[in-house]
Every structure is written in structure tokens, then in C-alpha cells.
């Protein structure tokens, strides 16, 4: 019976994460709309809002094509690796009834997180592309890159509350955030989610100007639709882990308000900023991140053994 009702909340907590991956594209392109002084979608039922509904029917009843030289089965059966890697990262969030939450669900979600290159390289190496290909090569360096500054910072608040379990992320902010003192290393993990989910300024893995669509650029129909949720879910996860980190979920109000901001912020850099050149994308990372993290790993570890001597 206790079965019955994880996998029953394991499939809604499913359908609404995708649900919302739907409506959160609406927002999107309503909010790019306004900011390039256009309407957006507004025709399909009241003020667009069925205009998703109405894309997903366009998406999965459409055409397949088999490329004639693609490695066929990595090439079809790769969108699943992508749409796994977020529903399972999505399977482990806290709450009560969560049959796979687990006191070491940090160290899981890195699993997973990391996970998610391979998903990308081969996404461009089985389409038999050349522009796919040099997509999933940038994708690959970039992701890489990022992950290492990523982990140190995510280590650095490990370290400090001493403890992998996102319950007791929400117990040690229950009076003051995290984000009071270590708002440095919260922007440095805010443009690194951008990176890592390969969004402007940091979308150098489908650069249109130069790579027409990138390591997707082969799929269509139904496989880039996966593509597509799998990106937008993933997008929504990595802000409820920022989030959980840096503000806590002790008040669940001020939570979803804070929650809906960061989505709306990496909106808003999409329709603002322009894409940033690829030796300073490096440059950013091993320059300045890297250096930064490293020493706030440092410093984070020194404070807390000054005070376990002042303690004792």
C-alpha cells in the first residue's frame, strides 16, 4: 500500500514538474515579447495561454525523419537519457512522503548533474554532424569547466553546515540565510547554472550565429521536444537548488516568490545580454572562479575550525 502511494506521488510530482515546464516557456516567450516591444503569443485561447498546449500537439504528432547516416540507436534513444537525468534530479527534493529523498541527496544530485555531458556529447556525435558535432566539443569543454568551479562552491556551503541533506540546508536557515555571507559565491553559482545549462550569454553549444542550432540541430518531431523539456526542467530544478542553498524554504511563501524571481531574471539576461566570446568564457572560469572558490573553500574551512578553538 505505502508502495502504491510513492509511485502515485512519484507520477504526479512528474506531471506537474512538466506541467509547469509548459506554462514556464509561455512566460518566456511573453516576457521577450515585451522586452523586444512585441506581443507574443496572444491569439490561442485567452491572452495565449493554451498557445503550449497547442505546441506540444504540433511537436509530437509531426514527422520523423531517419538521417541516413546517423548512428541510429544512440541518436534516438539519447532525448530519454536527457528526460531521466531531470526527472531524476527532480526525485530528489525533500519533502515527507518522498520515497527516494536520502540523507545524502547532495552527493546524488552531483551524480546526476554530472551526468548530463554525456547526454550533450552524444546528442551531437550520433546526429553525423558537423555543426551538431562542434556543438557537443563547446558543450563538453564548457560543461566541464563550470562543474569544477560549481562543486568547490557547493562544497564550500557543505563544509559549513556540515552536512549533504537539502533538510538541513532549510534548518540552518531558519534565521538567517546563507546568502547574508556568502553572497560573492552566490553570483559566482548563478552564472555558473547559466553555463552549465548552456543559456545566454553562456548558449555557445547552440550559437546560432554560427552553429545554426547546435548539438540539437538533427532532431525534430517528438525527440526535440524531449530535448526541450529536459533543458526547461532542468532549468527549474537548478533554481530550486539555488534557492534551497542560499534562502532556505523555511517560509514557503517567500520561498515561491524568490523562486519565480531567479526564473525571471534568466529570462530577462536571455532578452538583455548578448552571447559572450569563447576565450572569455574560459577566461572567466579558470581566471577568476576557479581562484575565487578555491579560496573561499579556504577561508570558509578555517573560520569554522576558529571557532570550534574558541568553542572548546
Do not use: H
Request: overall charge positive; glycine content about 4%.
Amino acid at each position: 500500500m505505502y508502495l502504491l502511494n510513492y509511485l502515485i506521488i512519484m507520477i504526479l510530482q512528474i506531471i506537474f514538474v512538466l506541467m509547469s515546464i509548459a506554462f514556464i516557456t509561455l512566460l518566456e516567450r511573453k516576457f521577450l515579447s515585451y522586452i523586444q516591444l512585441r506581443k507574443g503569443p496572444n491569439k490561442v485561447g485567452f491572452i495565449g495561454i493554451i498557445q503550449p498546449i497547442n505546441d506540444a500537439i504540433k511537436l509530437f504528432s509531426k514527422e520523423m525523419i531517419i538521417i541516413l547516416k546517423s548512428n541510429y540507436y544512440y541518436y534516438y534513444f539519447i532525448p530519454l537519457l536527457g528526460m531521466l537525468i531531470m526527472m531524476m534530479l527532480w526525485m530528489s527534493i525533500y519533502f515527507k512522503s518522498n520515497m527516494f529523498y536520502m540523507e545524502m541527496s547532495m552527493i546524488y544530485i552531483l551524480c546526476w548533474m554530472s551526468m548530463s555531458i554525456y547526454f550533450l556529447m552524444i546528442c551531437g556525435w550520433s546526429s553525423n554532424s558537423i555543426y551538431s558535432l562542434l556543438g557537443s566539443i563547446r558543450s563538453i569543454s564548457q560543461t566541464i569547466s563550470y562543474e569544477v568551479s560549481m562543486i568547490l562552491i557547493m562544497m564550500s556551503l557543505f563544509f559549513f553546515i556540515e552536512s549533504f541533506s537539502f533538510n538541513m540546508m532549510n534548518l540552518f536557515q531558519m534565521y538567517l540565510w546563507n546568502i547574508m555571507f556568502m553572497f560573492p559565491l552566490s553570483l559566482m553559482f548563478y552564472i555558473s547554472i547559466l553555463a552549465e545549462l548552456n543559456r545566454t550569454p553562456f548558449d555557445l553549444s547552440e550559437g546560432e550565429s554560427e552553429l545554426i542550432s547546435g548539438f540539437n540541430i538533427e532532431y525534430m518531431s517528438s525527440l526535440f521536444a524531449m530535448i526541450f523539456l529536459s533543458e526547461y526542467g532542468n532549468i527549474m530544478f537548478m533554481m530550486y537548488l539555488f534557492n534551497n542553498m542560499f534562502f532556505g524554504k523555511n517560509n514557503i511563501i517567500l520561498f515561491y516568490y524568490m523562486y519565480m524571481f531567479m526564473i525571471f531574471l534568466i529570462i530577462w539576461i536571455r532578452g538583455t545580454f548578448p552571447r559572450i566570446r569563447y576565450d572569455n568564457l574560459m577566461f572567466l572560469i579558470w581566471k577568476k572562479f576557479l581562484p575565487m572558490s578555491l579560496n573561499y573553500l579556504i577561508m570558509m574551512n578555517f573560520i569554522k575550525m576558529m571557532f570550534m578553538l574558541m568553542l572548546n
